[in-house]
């Protein structure tokens, strides 16, 4: 069975991370900040990794182009790094408490000459309350729904079909029945293409779309049913026909040139992609407009957060600063990066968001449950372990689909699979997100992989709306799910307990409330000995001592003698 999406691409080969190692080590690099999110009471620590070529002898603590602090080097280590078959050197940097909120910058120093700058946040920025009870429902607006129609197919998938922001206000009402509380939709913004990601202006709406006065309408519908909309923003690259390239592309002298990364007469793009021209974020005035445009529709028209496209094309100064002038303005929004990296990596994004989607999970999830790849014993192991790799501060998002992968019932061919595996993603911490027409049963007709291409057009199908083309069963099902998490912190807050058994067995616990989940893949019944007395909650029923779980089922048991 084929269930892999490739979606880590080259992280997944030893090679290539070698290569990346060997990389990384031809300059200095921050390897680690603790505390990892900075307040202004904090001492902090700094660890930078620096190759043969430098050796640092001072730096500063900059904010606001004043010094702040200054500081000679006093502590190396030598390091000997296999992957260069050579040495490098550790220098830590301790310093006392900032106390105040801002951003600073560490500069580095050779002698007299500044070789490296860093940017860091200080600030006592959190995730929202709001955020960790949230129920994300993800919306590929162009193939939802039309007006108050259906979507209607298209043998050319790549043209725009019209969904829009009408047709999501009228289905508000079956996404509150199914409980969700938070919107997410692609990019709504001026755009190239049918998937938005390509913006040829950051302040308008694509006509196709909607208007400015429809969002207006959505945000203040949707919150009055208690559902917040976020937005997908897209801060690395924009569409080639977006007017401040072509002035760039046309004009050697004009200063928009340095918004982007000109080689001679070529330019750096999204992954290659001559279409999507990338931004250079290390230009102020380039930063600026991203910030502004982003500010623009939080002020305007009262979305509560961005998820950040291609978070990994940025640098992380450039997240630095992002995320703390939005969070100064508006610190009750949330932001989560689309950040496709290893676990290692990604904690490197603390403090520069309130969260990320978690790959990682949703590579280990499609692993077990579809490809049988670990025992039950391994798979609760790496979910207890990357519970504490990451704690509860950093958000992660779980899904087990999305706009970029292939359907989960298309790989797995088993919708039994396909509500086991959302009764786990519903019972761990990370928030949940429920990618459009997944709780209907949609799949595909085709795979999205062909050779060495991706045609993420057969995930993105329009979403039926008839009622005979739906599974209302599957419907039930989720808002069911949803309706028992959002009635029990302990799922969605509560500490992570493994039991290592022959099924998936942990508890999630408060000082509230316990739940016992059990989930069997197996086709065959497992017994499990309990040590108090359970309501399941899903039906109701009451169990002591022992219960035995029928092939391919799982139970949310509540413990009432807690």
Not at 528 to 544: A, C, H, V
Request: charged share 30%; aromatic share 16%; net charge negative.
């Amino acid at each position: 069975m084929i269930y892999d999406d490739k979606i880590f691409g080259d992280l997944c080969h030893k090679e290539f991370l070698v290569e990346r190692e060997v990389k990384k080590l031809e300059e200095i690099y921050l390897e680690e900040v603790l505390p990892e999110d900075p307040k202004p009471e904090d001492e902090i620590e700094f660890t930078f990794n620096c190759p043969l070529k430098f050796h640092i002898t001072s730096g500063k603590i900059v904010k606001d182009n004043r010094e702040i602090y200054t500081f000679n080097i006093q502590e190396r280590k030598t390091q000997w790094n296999d992957s260069i078959f050579n040495f490098s050197e550790i220098i830590k940097i301790k310093i006392p408490p900032l106390k105040e909120n801002g951003l600073y910058q560490i500069h580095l120093y050779e002698m007299n000459e500044k070789i490296y700058e860093q940017y860091l946040s200080i600030d006592n920025f959190e995730a929202p309350l709001w955020s960790e009870e949230s129920i994300i429902y993800h919306i590929f607006i162009d193939r939802f729904a039309k007006d108050e129609k259906e979507v209607e197919y298209s043998e050319n998938l790549k043209e725009k079909l019209g969904g829009n922001l009408k047709g999501i206000l009228s289905r508000l009402d079956y996404i509150e029945n199914l409980g969700i509380n938070t919107i997410w939709i692609s990019p709504i913004f001026k755009s190239t293409s049918y998937h938005g990601y390509d913006i040829e202006d950051y302040f308008e709406i694509d006509p196709i779309w909607g208007t400015k006065e429809d969002l207006k309408k959505l945000v203040r519908e949707a919150f009055n049913r208690g559902i917040r909309i976020i937005l997908d923003f897209v801060p690395n690259h924009m569409s080639y026909k977006n007017p401040i390239f072509q002035k760039a592309l046309k004009d050697k002298n004009s200063n928009l040139r340095s918004w982007f990364i000109f080689k001679g007469e070529d330019y750096e793009t999204f992954f290659g992609v001559k279409s999507m021209p990338k931004i250079n974020l290390k230009n102020k005035e380039a930063i600026d407009y991203i910030i502004n445009a982003a500010k623009y529709w939080i002020r305007e028209f009262g979305i509560s957060g961005y998820r950040m496209d291609h978070a990994t094309g940025p640098d992380t100064n450039f997240w630095s600063i992002f995320y703390y002038n939005l969070k100064s303005e508006f610190p009750e929004t949330f932001y989560f990066g689309e950040i496709v990296e290893t676990p290692k990596e990604t904690k490197k994004y603390v403090g520069k968001f309130d969260g990320t989607l978690d790959f990682y999970l949703f590579k280990i999830i499609r692993d077990f449950f579809i490809g049988k790849r670990w025992s039950t014993k391994e798979f609760v192991k790496m979910i207890d372990l990357e519970e504490k790799f990451y704690g509860n501060k950093f958000k992660r998002i779980s899904f087990l689909e999305n706009h970029d992968s292939n359907r989960f019932l298309w790989v797995a061919k088993d919708k039994k699979l396909l509500r086991l595996a959302s009764i786990f993603q519903f019972s761990i911490n990370a928030i949940p997100i429920i990618y459009n027409g997944q709780e209907m049963g949609c799949s595909q007709y085709r795979d999205i992989l062909e050779g060495n291409r991706t045609l993420h057009e057969y995930t993105r199908l329009p979403i039926p709306w008839s009622a005979d083309k739906q599974d209302k069963e599957l419907i039930d099902f989720y808002r069911q799910l949803v309706k028992i998490r959002k009635s029990h912190p302990a799922l969605y807050k509560g500490t992570f307990i493994p039991i290592f058994s022959d099924m998936i067995s942990f508890i999630k616990e408060t000082q509230e409330e316990s739940i016992l989940v059990l989930i069997n893949i197996e086709d065959k019944e497992e017994i499990f000995n309990l040590n108090g007395t359970y309501r399941d909650l899903f039906s109701g029923n009451i169990y002591t001592n022992s219960l035995k779980l029928g092939p391919m089922s799982a139970h949310l048991l509540l413990r009432i003698d807690h």
